[in-house]
């Protein structure tokens, strides 16, 4: 007998209430200074100042600017221009949602999307992993949904939960046409995110707790991504009401 489920409430994705955890080593930029003296953001040209003030308001300043943007080599970069941010930071967002699967059965994959956006500034880098375990269903003996352990085409019939961050095509034997790949913002000059080896594949999907979806080697600008899941039933899938609530982690590095 076929087995059907009522997936309800949390099921998808990146849910409402979903948690973000944005994360880094303690860093700081060092300004050069003796005991006597301090240089405050050393810069050559006409002018500048990083903080001209009154009682009510405050504005960075520039003329004659002659070099803007970021230069690095292997091992150190650097940001160019007189009011340069000399804070590291890594930010985290999330379009949040709470999508109703319905009832599934063997004879087709559910598929559903969510997005977030990441961008850090002044480090080696960033990754985003997973910190949430596959759906799992109510009651007094709660069954998890099988995490695909390497990436994997979506097989209906079998039991399978997992996710990829590309543009799925039904001509590379996705189930549907869901997703898409990852959107540079404004443009692959300033933002490099891209998403991980076993999470970019077209068609091919993989959820394991702890793995690296996504990462950038370098700062970088907004990179939007797009998350896409599949849910596959077997017939001996234990009926039942699942939920799933996506936790990612970001960390950057310095």
Same mark, same amino acid.
């Given at each position: 007998m076929?087995?059907v489920?009522?997936?309800?409430?949390? @099921?998808?994705?990146? =849910? !409402? #209430?979903?948690l973000?955890?944005a994360?880094w080593?303690l860093?700081s930029?060092?300004?050069?200074?003796? *005991?006597?003296?301090? =240089?405050?953001e050393v810069?050559?040209?006409?002018? #500048?100042?990083?903080?001209?003030c /009154?009682?009510? %308001?405050?504005a960075?300043?520039?003329?004659?600017?002659?070099? =803007?943007? $970021?230069?690095?080599?292997?091992? %150190?970069?650097a940001? #160019?221009?007189?009011?340069?941010?000399?804070a590291?930071y890594?930010?985290?967002?999330? /379009?949040?949602? /709470?999508v109703?699967?319905?009832?599934?059965?063997?004879?087709a994959a559910?598929?559903?999307?969510?997005t977030f956006s990441v961008? *850090?500034?002044? !480090?080696s880098?960033?990754i985003?992993?997973?910190?949430?375990?596959?759906?799992v269903?109510?009651?007094?003996?709660?069954? &998890?949904?099988?995490g695909? +352990?390497?990436s994997? !085409?979506?097989?209906?019939?079998t039991?399978?939960?997992?996710?990829?961050?590309?543009?799925?095509?039904t001509?590379?034997?996705?189930?549907a046409n869901?997703?898409?790949?990852?959107?540079?913002?404004?443009?692959s000059?300033?933002?490099?995110?891209?998403?991980? +080896?076993?999470?970019?594949?077209?068609?091919?999907?993989?959820? =394991?707790?702890?793995d +690296?979806i !996504?990462?950038?080697?370098?700062?970088?600008g907004?990179?939007?991504?797009?998350a896409?899941? @599949?849910?596959n039933?077997? $017939?001996v899938t234990p009926?039942?009401q699942?939920s %799933?609530?996506g936790v990612?982690?970001? &960390?950057a590095? %310095?």
């Open positions: 076929n087995a489920h009522r997936w309800l409430g949390k @099921i998808g994705g990146i =849910v !409402a #209430g979903l973000l955890v994360s080593p860093a930029a060092q300004q050069s200074s003796s *005991s006597h003296y301090q =240089v405050n810069y050559f040209g006409a002018g #500048g100042d990083l903080n001209d /009154s009682s009510h %308001y405050c960075k300043e520039s003329a004659g600017e002659l070099n =803007v943007g $970021n230069t690095k080599s292997t091992n %150190y970069q940001q #160019g221009g007189f009011d340069t941010d000399r590291p890594i930010a985290f967002t999330v /379009s949040s949602s /709470s109703d699967l319905g009832v599934l059965t063997m004879g559910a598929t559903t999307t969510a961008k *850090s500034y002044l !480090a880098g960033y985003v992993q997973i910190a949430s375990n596959p759906p269903s109510n009651g007094a003996s709660p069954h &998890t949904l099988t695909l +352990t390497s994997t !085409a979506s097989s209906p019939g039991e399978q939960f997992g996710m990829n961050l590309v543009a799925n095509t001509g590379c034997g996705a189930p869901f997703g898409a790949a990852a959107v540079q913002v404004p443009d000059t300033f933002s490099f995110g891209a998403a991980a +080896t076993g999470y970019n594949t077209c068609g091919l999907f993989k959820y =394991v707790k702890g +690296t !996504a990462s950038s080697a370098k700062s970088s907004e990179t939007d991504y797009t896409s899941y @599949i849910y039933i077997s $017939n009926d039942g699942y %799933y609530n990612f982690v970001a &960390t590095t %310095y």
